[in-house]
């Protein structure tokens, strides 16, 4: 089991920048972690891995991975009477997936898995249609 410690992960600018994302509270079988660098805690990127055993009569190790990147909305920087208002999410852009792997998948066959799924994350055709929102035809 590996250890609950901070993840580094670069972002997807043109110079990509390295976000540190700290331990958060674990609960259960859910490990969180937060991007506090921005300083506004409604406004922390955030990353859930809840990795579940096999339970009653399932044998399925399903492992959820959802990540959440708020957006805040913009402000004046003060109001008439010179007080600036309290940020606000206006929005939250999300990513959540799950694998699902039956307890007797071989050790080839989970390596297979996670290559295929980095593989077709990393692959052109879901960066335009996520990017730029193009559409496959």
Known sequence: MPAVTPLTINDGQATPVAHTFGVGPLIGTKAQYYDRSG?????YPNIMIDAAQPSGRSN?????VKIVVPVLEVVNAS???????APTKAY??????VFIIPARAALAQRKDLLAYVKNTLA?????????????IY
């Open 60 to 64: 399925l190790f399903k492992t959820r």
């Open 39 to 43: 300083g506004v805690s409604i406004g």
């Open 123 to 135: 692959n052109a055709v879901i960066s335009a249609v996520v990017e730029t929102q193009e559409t």
């Open 92 to 97: 939250d852009l999300t990513f959540d997936g």
């Open 79 to 85: 109001t008439y009477n010179g007080i600036t208002p």
